[in-house]
């Protein structure tokens, strides 16, 4: 069986990536979520083990020194981090491992795995994107302007990703992912099996 490939899906806050992933995990069972762990809070609806692995930062430094961690970082005050195991399981599986994770993640998971494929979800513009955050009302003016200067510093990377998927609609969204995986799937580097039986 051959072993899934590893993607990278990044976006500032109100982009709707984790809507987009959703979508996209309903349409195809290639493809999994590889589940990160946190020392954040759960918000509300979010199961522990289905959307993150809630731990205490005791045990997020446990997992640290045992080197279950692939990569980590410290966001707005909690540690985020992507388990070995979570990523090893769905590759194993012969799925494909997709991580959702902020940009410094994504470039350190680049260095340790250059075969990893990176996605970055933009906005249709920053306009929107500040309309967005606006529209959901449940934010403060402040926390809105927050974010939004956050996420200007955060599109300042998607110049180190593979692949760029603008979230206009979300179902072209939903279809511009799915492409990349395959386009991925199909790439002659990743098939060298299938040309050796043709040799
Ligand atoms: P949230 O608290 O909104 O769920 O996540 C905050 C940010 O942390 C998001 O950009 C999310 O993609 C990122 N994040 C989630 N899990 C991980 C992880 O395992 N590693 C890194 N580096 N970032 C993560």
């Known amino acids: 069986m051959n072993k899934g490939l590893l993607f990278v899906v990044s976006a500032p806050a109100g982009c709707g990536k984790d809507t987009i992933l959703n979508e996209l995990f309903s349409r195809t069972d290639k493809a999994g979520y590889a589940v990160s762990a946190t020392t954040r809070a759960p918000r509300e609806g979010e199961v ?3 959307h993150y692995h ?3 930062r005791g045990e997020f430094e446990r997992k640290i020194a045992e080197n ?3 990569e980590y970082t410290e966001y707005c005050g909690n540690y985020y981090g992507t388990l070995r195991k979570s990523v090893n399981d769905l590759l194993d599986a012969g799925k494909d491992a997709i991580l959702k994770i902020e940009v410094e ?3 350190n998971i680049k260095k340790m795995f250059p075969e990893a494929c990176l996605v970055f979800i933009l906005p249709p513009s920053f306009e929107v994107l500040e309309k967005r955050l606006r529209d959901r009302g449940t934010e403060t003016e402040e926390k809105i302007i927050e974010r939004t200067q956050q996420a200007r510093r955060e ?5 180190n990703y593979d692949y760029l998927i603008v979230n206009d609609k979300l179902e072209t969204a939903v279809d511009d992912l799915l492409a990349v995986l395959k386009a991925e799937r199909l790439r002659r ?3 060298d099996a299938l040309l050796a039986r043709f040799k």
Request: net charge negative; aromatic share 10%; proline share 0%.
């Open 48 to 50: 522990n083990g289905v």
């Open 189 to 191: 580097t990743r098939n």
């Open 155 to 159: 599109v300042e990377f998607a110049e």
């Open 68 to 70: 279950e961690v692939l």
């Open 54 to 56: 809630f731990l205490s």
């Open 105 to 107: 993640g994504a470039m």
